[in-house]
């Protein structure tokens, strides 16, 4: 799948299982509260917080699709075409970053 054939998969599903798209602020505060599962699942795995009862059987992978499902609401919602957003989001970090990770102590 590419992003722009998700973008109109997200867009089919809202206009016919969804009904309509929440409005931009609502869908803002539902992608912050998936990105908060998302957090708290990765401290859990990879940090070091123990599983609670309650995040035993989450999926990293489902997690992470509730954020890019929203994101892509998101995106639809304002008119961003993401695979263009995508590649000049490429360019900028090319250009500006050229050198800087190769020339950064910290990770060597």
């Not at 809202?14 to 990105?35: A, D």
């Not at 009862?53 to 919602?77: R, Y």
Request: hydrophobic share 40%; net charge negative.
């Amino acid at each position: 799948m590419t992003i722009q054939q998700a973008q109109q998969d997200v867009d089919q599903w809202i206009k016919t299982v969804g009904v309509r798209y929440f409005n931009e602020l609502t869908n803002l505060g539902i992608l912050m509260e998936e990105v908060g599962e998302l957090s708290r699942l990765m401290v859990r795995k990879y940090g070091e917080q123990s599983f609670k009862e309650s995040d035993k059987g989450k999926d990293l992978g489902d997690e992470m699709a509730d954020v890019l499902f929203v994101l892509i609401c998101l995106a639809n919602q304002t008119g961003v075409d993401l695979t263009a957003a995508l590649e000049q989001n490429f360019q900028k970090k090319n250009l500006r970053d050229a050198t800087r990770h190769l020339n950064n102590e910290k990770l060597q």
